[in-house]
């Protein structure tokens, strides 16, 4: 089996077609490394809003749980009947 170029340089310049063929490179990389930044970003922001939602309702619960005095209204002993 013989490889395809003879050198780097050979590589780079793919027969001519450099222009062509590393553009077309360029254009496939950058939308893939954008996606997985972007997913990336979008799942810490997602887990961040679970937190803070989890950390919202676990306060509310326990706000809930506390007792609290109950308030009655007063008796008057000297109410017209």
Do not use: C, K, N
Request: proline residues 5%; hydrophobic residues 50%; without cysteine.
């Amino acid at each position: 089996m013989s490889p395809a170029f003879s050198s780097w340089a050979a590589f780079f310049a793919m027969g001519g077609y450099a222009f062509y063929v590393w553009l077309a490179v360029a254009a496939t990389l950058l939308p893939l490394a954008a996606l997985i930044i972007h997913t990336l970003w979008r799942r810490r922001a997602l887990l961040s809003e679970i937190r803070r939602q989890q950390a919202r309702l676990l306060r509310i619960r326990q706000g809930s749980s506390v007792s609290r005095p109950q308030i009655t209204p007063a008796s008057h002993s000297g109410d017209i009947q």
